[in-house]
């Protein structure tokens, strides 16, 4: 059974860092990409950045570049996205999705997302 | 600039149908989407690829009251016989090179 399974919610102060986590199973990682996703309250869905499973290699959307940043542990099969300042607005549901390596980049699979609170 | 387009809002009502529009901006009229659905305080989940000849590839366990048409630049979703918890979000999702996209979302009330 393909699973995502994320880490679970944080609550944070401005400025602190922070790391969260998606755990891959049950496919051929080797075949998917990973992105990030987040969803502010209330709002809809956005692209944050995807990684490479083979070279690991990371594409980030223009609105996140030089905010987040993206990596994995092939070893332990884990995507991490991580902050070093975090921001109130931050604030947000972070969700992990697959898609296929190749032409078609439907996201097939979420996990079941992490409730990031940036609050003083 | 690659876009998709999605009304705010639609209605039907408990066991009628409807049928939502993801548009593709104009000089990307010929690429796949695919929906995806959220219900109120859940993650989002994967219902449908649907390609430019509107054949479409549906996910694990998603109803056959769920089903996909393409025209054009526009992309459809159609809900049949309406159940009550087919109320929900639901956003199309495209991609091109190493770049992904969302529509704004559609929220459907089951009336």
């Known amino acids: 059974e393909v699973q995502l399974v994320q880490s679970g919610a944080e609550v944070k102060k401005p400025g602190e860092s922070l790391r969260i986590s998606c755990q891959e199973s049950?496919?051929?990682?080797?075949?998917?990409?990973i992105s990030w996703v987040r969803q502010k309250p209330g709002k809809g869905l956005e692209w944050m950045g995807r990684?490479?499973?083979?070279?690991?290699?990371?594409n980030y959307s223009p609105s996140f570049q030089g905010h987040v940043t993206i990596s994995r542990d092939k070893s332990i099969s884990k995507v991490y996205l991580q902050w070093r300042s975090l921001k109130a607005s931050d604030t947000a549901m972070y969700y992990c999705?697959?898609?296929?390596?190749?032409?078609?980049?439907?996201?097939?699979?979420w996990g079941q997302g992490t409730l990031v609170t940036v609050s003083s | 600039q690659l876009v998709l387009t999605q009304s705010p809002s639609a209605s039907a009502s408990l066991g009628a149908s409807v049928k939502l529009t993801c548009t593709l901006s104009s000089e990307h009229s010929n690429y796949a989407i695919a929906w995806h659905q959220q219900q109120v305080e859940k993650g989002p989940r994967y219902l449908m690829k649907v390609n430019n000849d509107g054949s479409h590839t549906k996910g694990d366990g998603i109803p056959d009251r769920f089903s996909g048409s393409s025209s054009g630049a526009e992309r459809y979703l159609i809900i049949s016989s309406l159940q009550s918890d087919d109320e929900a979000d639901y956003y199309c999702?495209?991609?091109?090179?190493?770049?992904?996209?969302f529509g704004s979302g559609t929220k459907v009330t089951v009336l």
């Open positions: 990684i490479d499973p083979i070279d690991s290699k990371i």
């Open positions: 999702q495209t991609w091109d090179t190493g770049l992904y996209v």
């Open positions: 049950g496919y051929n990682l080797n075949n998917y990409y």
């Open positions: 999705a697959r898609h296929p390596r190749g032409q078609s980049g439907h996201f097939d699979h």
